[in-house]
């Protein structure tokens, strides 16, 4: 089976954006740490960063194509703002009702009150937040569990 790891925007910054928030390691860090997990697990990774809503939808899609054939662990996905904003991104996770495990590196609920919302966390199984970039590896373990 294959686990599919989704970043949304700004997450190509990883290291230098707000490190006190977000820490010191960058996106190729995240993605080596997910696919040691993976490999642990004896699970294919997709990974994958885009800063553009409708190219996030068209990657939320084929994980659905391989949910849709038995072959998704599950999708794990750092929406970054578009958590707060995207109508058309829980659309795309409930029409194609892939298993969601909702990311975020920082506890968004002790931020500002515009993080408080999400728009992912009704159509996701599981959500983890406020564990840093650990939190992916973390993030595949329990995947491989589902
Ligand atoms: C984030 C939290 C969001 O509120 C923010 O817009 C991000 C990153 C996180 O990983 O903590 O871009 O999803």
Known sequence: KTVFVLN???????GTREPAVYGAQT?????????????????????HQ???????????????????????????FNAGAYTHT?????DAVKGTGVPLLELHISNVHAREAFRHHSYLS???????????????????????QW
Not at 51 to 76: K, S
Not at 86 to 90: K, N, Q, T
């Open 8 to 14: 949304g925007p700004n997450l190509n910054l990883l």
């Open 27 to 47: 996106l190729t860090d995240v993605q080596n740490l997910c696919a040691q997990a993976a490999a642990r697990h004896g699970l294919a990774l997709r990974f």
């Open 50 to 76: 885009s800063n553009h809503e409708g190219q996030l939808i068209d990657w939320i899609h084929e994980a659905g194509q391989l949910h849709a054939q038995g072959e998704l662990a599950g999708l794990i």
């Open 86 to 90: 995207s109508i058309a991104l829980m």
């Open 122 to 144: 009704p159509v996701a199984r599981a959500v983890v937040c406020g564990l840093g970039v650990p939190g992916y590896a973390l993030a595949v373990d329990a995947v491989a």
